[in-house]
Nanobody, 123 residues
Framework: QVQLVESGGGLVQTGGSLRLSCVASGRTVSSYSMGWFRQAPGTDREFVAAISGTTNSTYYADSVQGRFNISRDNAKNTVYLEMNKLKSRDTAVYYC????????????????WGQGTEVTVSS
């Protein structure tokens, strides 16, 4: 089992930037696919971005394509989500997730989850 701890959330103005971090422990996740999801109040958890464990290929939801960037530092067992040009609709709790297979956009495909970090974008 992989333990995941997110950090980096906070309050930011519209158009601003934040970088979220997800530190993994318990296992080396260099071969794992990692995903970021988010959940706003009253909504379902939705896919944001994912990075493959084998090829480091990246995938993004249409709503964040061109604004967000997912990356990983295997030496630190950490995955990042760089968020730019933030909008009010990006306000949510952001979750990091891990799976041992290929990168996926469905939350049910992931085995391990962090507790989340809250992002609030104010206008």
């Amino acid at each position: 089992q992989v333990q995941l701890v997110e950090s980096g959330g906070g309050l930011v103005q519209t158009g601003g930037s934040l970088r979220l971090s997800c530190v993994a422990s318990g296992r080396t996740v260099s071969s794992y696919s990692m995903g970021w999801f988010r959940q706003a109040p009253g909504t379902d958890r939705e896919f944001v971005a994912a990075i493959s464990g084998t090829t480091n290929s990246t995938y993004y939801a249409d709503s964040v394509q061109g604004r967000f960037n997912i990356s990983r530092d295997n030496a630190k067992n950490t995955v990042y989500l760089e968020m730019n040009k933030l909008k009010s609709r990006d306000t949510a709790v952001y979750y990091c997730a891990a799976r041992s297979g290929y990168a996926a956009s469905k939350s049910s495909a992931y085995d391990d989850w962090g507790q989340g970090t809250e992002v609030t974008v104010s206008s």
